[in-house]
């Protein structure tokens, strides 16, 4: 049996709906790329009868600016119907209470867990890779080791640096561990390596970092470059 795959076709107004179930409760989801995990209103989660701890706050980066939120964990949360069901349990999400009451983003907390995906047309395709043999970052590696990955590759990894950024920030910057960590830009060198330019916020000494990346985590920085006086220079490489 080949890998499941859900179809989503693309709506009049350029965004992708997707149906299914968090905590086996029904949802429609909002595909967005752009959000590092599944995010829903206050009143969903109540909806949803999921438990919000309100000591645990913070500041969650929008289209709309910066907002409160509370993280949680989703004990599952599939898409699709029938046969072509993916499912992920215990899937990072946000409560963001300032939220429209019935809007659900399917954020990269669900889509980049060894999910992939196309575009074909009007119509995303995800694809189900957990049953693969080959791990993610083993095709990051295979892919980087080439002069120019494909475009559905360049993609994916693309959206695995979205859905890791706040990680890598933080982890290479510890002291700051409240800075949101914005993307300017990705761009993929010759060899391989992912240059992302980022914008710290509020910043950590420097105005913008670009992470060099060989793989789309924390474990994948090679090197971090600071802005200042117009010009990048080296903060730091990897031993």
């Not at 080959?134 to 360049?154: A, G, M, P, Q």
């Not at 789309?216 to 090197?223: K, M, S, T």
């Amino acid at each position: 049996m080949g890998r499941k795959k859900v179809v989503i076709p693309l709506q009049r107004h350029g965004s992708y709906y997707v149906n299914g179930h968090i905590n086996d409760k029904s949802v429609t989801f909002l595909v967005d790329t752009g959000a590092s995990v599944v995010a829903i209103s206050g009143d969903m989660a109540k909806n949803l009868g999921v438990e919000v701890n309100h000591d645990n706050i913070q500041v969650s980066s929008t289209a709309a600016g910066y907002t409160n939120s509370y993280p949680v964990i989703f004990d599952k949360i599939s898409v699709g119907n029938r046969d072509n069901t993916i499912v992920r349990r215990n899937v990072r999400g946000s409560v963001i209470p300032e939220m429209e009451g019935s809007r659900i983003l399917l954020g990269m907390s669900f889509l980049g867990d060894e999910i992939d995906f196309i575009q074909d047309d009007n119509l995303l395709i995800l694809y189900d890779d957990s049953s693969s043999s080959i791990s993610e970052k083993d095709s990051f590696e295979n892919s980087s080791s080439r002069s120019v990955t494909s475009s559905s590759e360049s993609l994916k990894i693309r959206m695995q640096i979205q859905a890791n950024i706040q990680e890598i920030g933080i982890g290479c910057f510890p002291d700051d561990i409240h800075a949101i960590w914005n993307i300017l830009s990705i761009e993929q060198e010759n060899n391989g390596i992912f240059l992302v330019e980022t914008l710290p916020v509020p910043h950590v000494g420097y105005e913008k970092i670009r992470f060099h990346l060989v793989t789309p985590d924390r474990e994948g920085v090679v090197r971090a470059d600071c802005w200042e006086c117009g010009s990048w220079s080296v903060l730091f490489t990897s031993s």
